[in-house]
């Protein structure tokens, strides 16, 4: 992550466009045999995930290296929507996330404070704390965000499983 190109990440509302008050990150292309080995583990877990949500998938949409600076975050969002500059963002079934360092709260060697991933249901929320390893799937439906990091970066790998109806012929 260290050694990849780096753009501001963007967020899907009306377009594509750079939010700062929605989303502080960036987006990190990492060397390809990184993104290779992920892209790998990812499929590797399809049907574990498809069956742990009662969910039928297609394809992946393809993995998305995040790195939140110090103070970065991501504002409440949903990852499956309509607009018509990501149609594909409309057949997102499951997101990923999977983790690439901990937070000080998961191990004292963590590289960060914060940065938790919190899902938020109707009644109450469920946080995940992060932990370098740890994969988390759910309805990409869910609202979630990110809190904000804080005295160091988190990094991350996110991924989409589409609906049956995304697989490619």
């Known amino acids: 992550m260290d050694v990849g190109a780096v753009e501001d990440a963007e967020v899907l509302v009306g377009g594509i466009r750079r939010q700062s008050l929605v989303r502080n990150a960036a987006l990190v292309e990492p060397p390809r045999m990184l993104i290779e080995s992920i892209e790998v583990r990812l499929d590797s877990c399809r049907d574990r995930v498809a069956d742990a949500l009662g969910l039928g998938v297609g394809d992946r949409e393809g993995a998305g ?34 983790f690439l360092n901990s937070s000080r709260d998961a191990s004292p060697d963590g590289d960060f404070e914060g940065g938790v991933l919190r899902l938020l249901g109707p009644d109450d929320a469920i946080d995940v ?41």
Request: proline content about 7%; charged content about 25%.
């Open 65 to 98: 290296f995040i790195r939140y600076p110090d103070g970065g975050f991501y504002r409440a969002h949903r990852d499956r929507g309509d607009d018509p500059q990501w149609p594909d963002a409309s057949r997102r079934a499951i997101a990923l996330v999977l």
């Open 129 to 169: 704390v992060p932990e370098a390893g740890t994969l988390v799937a759910f309805p990409a439906d869910v609202l979630h965000e990110v809190t904000e990091v804080r005295g160091g970066v988190r990094d991350a790998v996110v991924d989409w499983f589409y609906d049956v109806s995304g697989t490619s012929a």
